[in-house]
């Protein structure tokens, strides 16, 4: 006998949900690293620990406002690539950043900067070591170094007509510049080319002060702070300089593979010699024209022309003017988006004045470190530059056992629920058990998944909130049902009770699903750390208590009224209410004849 209109359409609906559920999956196995298993928090599966310190140009200690305000920024940063689990505290002078895992290198990426200006490129040169400074044998390893600093060089455009964005290998050094012995650059600056170098000191005269561009011996009475002064003081000297002398021994001495004790704390207002991020060339650059706090908006995304990843930046009106002046004043010249004291692109400007304010920043980024940079400067610039002080991993805060003790705990909760639903309702309890289970495998999988895209990572606050939201799911079944026993008191039959009892019961569930998803998106939005992930685990789940009742418990209910074996009271456990449905008519009957 084929099914009725009204048994096709909740096949339909439970169809649906089949549907979603394959789709999910298909998504786990069939995408991705295609791996089932769910991202785990730092106390379930322990992560990488980075201790910043903060370094201040003064050498002063840093304000508690600019701590908190550097932990807000972080955090900001943590929640623009989703809910990461990690966790950002102050530490006395420190911030302490934990991430799950092993990879350090996520945590150092929140801890940037993010100071951001835009300079003209005055000269730029291949750095020493990279491929483009080795020069033939027998010839002197020592970089080759211009006569002076030259206005920024006329780079022809790329052939393929881009506008600002590609990056240009850097000008080869003219051919009457000869190179000057590293040696004699380590002792008088402003010495011809191929002059000898003077002969060392007796050795009863005190030793010689370092060269420019040499760290100073640590002074063991000094603080770290007044070190980090001393090394912030002595890399401004050097490297911005409006000496044009000092500025070619800079770019001569520069060390693109040690660290940058310059890095976030450069004067804007000065010349500036420094690295490409890459390592690869050494930089003189004008003074900023742009300021990074003039950035609006930056997102990342892949160039289909170029075959490259980018990063999109948005002006504010002052910024958007004054890159359309800049790009005026330097067609086919290069301009440097300098992150931090660092060159992060060195693009030519191919057309201007560009107005609009907007343009791209291109380098050698992947998908990962493009939307790294773009969350970093949208969120905006740090008050402070840190130094990684110490990076170690950390164990699991409750350990694997303690996990397997929580899921049996859970486990037991929900087969007692289960038990009460079945001795309760019968074999309704049944089509709860069933409902829990489409709930459960949806939830799992969805789990994976945002793992996956936006790095959510599950913890014990989120397992929590997942099983609150399980349980909000009963509760859901408890109202259907009581809404069907109060239609069987009114005399109806369970056949009639059973939609009528849905039409009253939806708007029940649907007004406190409201009011728990409500509650759960304000704790999201007011909170941090493993309280936000349990909002938002409870929110997610809130959802799916909907979704599983309307497309699983309401067609899985009505379907059972329409067989004549559901209908025993044995089975569904109404035969008291439909008793009580009998009395009350009888009583009405005789009070009528009364």
């Not at 559920?21 to 991705?32: C, E, N, Q």
């Not at 298993?37 to 620990?49: A, E, N, V, W, Y």
């Not at 911030?95 to 900067?113: F, K, N």
């Amino acid at each position: 006998m084929p099914p009725s209109q009204g048994s096709a359409h909740q096949l339909r609906w439970l169809a649906l949900f089949g549907v979603l559920v394959a789709a999910i999956y298909a998504l786990v196995f069939f995408t991705g690293d295609k791996s089932p298993t769910p991202k785990l928090g730092i106390d379930l599966q322990g992560g990488t620990r980075v201790t910043l310190t903060a370094r201040t140009p003064d050498g002063n200690r840093p304000s508690q406002d600019s701590l908190n305000k550097a932990q807000q920024i972080i955090e900001n940063r943590v929640n623009g690539l989703g809910v990461s689990g990690s966790e950002v505290v102050i530490d006395g002078d420190n911030l302490v950043i934990t991430v799950p895992g092993d990879d350090s290198q996520q945590a150092r990426t929140l801890a940037t900067t993010a100071k951001l200006y835009i300079r003209p490129v005055l000269q730029a040169v291949p750095a020493p070591g990279s491929p483009q400074a080795q020069q033939q044998p027998g010839q002197p390893t020592a970089p080759a170094v211009p006569p002076a600093p030259a206005p920024a060089p006329d780079t022809p455009p790329a052939g393929d007509g881009a506008t600002d964005v590609p990056e240009q290998p850097a000008p080869e050094t003219p051919a009457a510049a000869a190179p000057v012995p590293a040696e004699d650059l380590e002792v008088r600056p402003a010495q011809a080319p191929g002059t000898p170098a003077p002969e060392p000191p007796p050795a009863t005269e005190p030793a010689p002060a370092p060269a420019p561009g040499e760290p100073a011996p640590a002074d063991q009475s000094l603080s770290p702070q007044e070190q980090a002064q001393q090394e912030i003081e002595a890399a401004k000297t050097l490297r911005q300089s409006t000496d044009p002398a000092m500025q070619q021994l800079a770019m001569s001495t520069m060390d693109c593979a040690a660290a940058d004790p310059l890095a976030g704390n450069d004067d804007p207002n000065l010349p500036l010699v420094t690295c490409s991020t890459d390592g690869t060339e050494v930089f003189l650059l004008d003074k900023s024209r742009i300021d990074g706090q003039e950035i609006a908006d930056a997102t990342s995304g892949f160039n289909t022309e170029q075959s490259r990843h980018e990063i999109n930046l948005e002006f504010k009106s002052g910024g958007s003017d004054a890159w359309a002046a800049l790009t005026g004043e330097y067609v086919q010249q290069r301009v440097a988006f300098v992150l931090d004291s660092q060159v992060v692109s060195a693009p030519v400007v191919q057309q201007g004045p560009q107005l609009g304010g907007r343009t791209q920043i291109s380098g050698n980024f992947t998908a990962s470190s493009a939307q790294d940079l773009a969350n970093t400067l949208k969120y905006g610039s740090l008050p402070l530059s840190f130094e990684t002080s110490e990076a170690e991993t950390v164990s699991a805060t409750l350990g694997f056992s303690s996990l397997q003790a929580g899921l049996i705990a859970g486990a037991v909760g929900l087969a007692v629920v289960l038990l009460y639903c079945l001795i309760y309702y019968r074999m309704l309890g049944f089509l709860t058990a069933l409902s829990l289970i489409g709930s459960g495998i949806a939830v799992y999988g969805i789990m994976v998944l945002l793992g996956r895209w936006i790095g959510f990572t599950l913890d014990l606050a989120g397992i929590a909130g997942l099983i609150i939201g399980i349980g909000m799911t009963a509760d859901s079944f408890v109202v259907f049902f009581e809404r069907i026993k109060d239609e069987i008191r009114e005399g109806r039959s369970f056949r009639s009770a059973v939609p009528r009892g849905w039409q009253r019961a939806r708007k029940t569930i649907l007004s406190g699903n409201a009011v728990s998803f409500i509650a759960a998106a304000v704790l999201y939005v007011l909170a941090v750390g493993q309280v936000r992930g349990f909002a938002f685990t409870l929110g997610l789940t809130t959802i799916l208590d909907v979704v599983v009742v309307f497309l699983v418990t309401a067609p899985l209910v009505q379907l059972a009224a329409r067989s004549a074996f559901w209908a025993k009271p044995s089975v569904n456990g109404l035969g008291a209410m439909q008793q009580l449905a009998r009395e009350r008519k009888v009583a009405e009957a005789a009070v009528g004849k009364a």
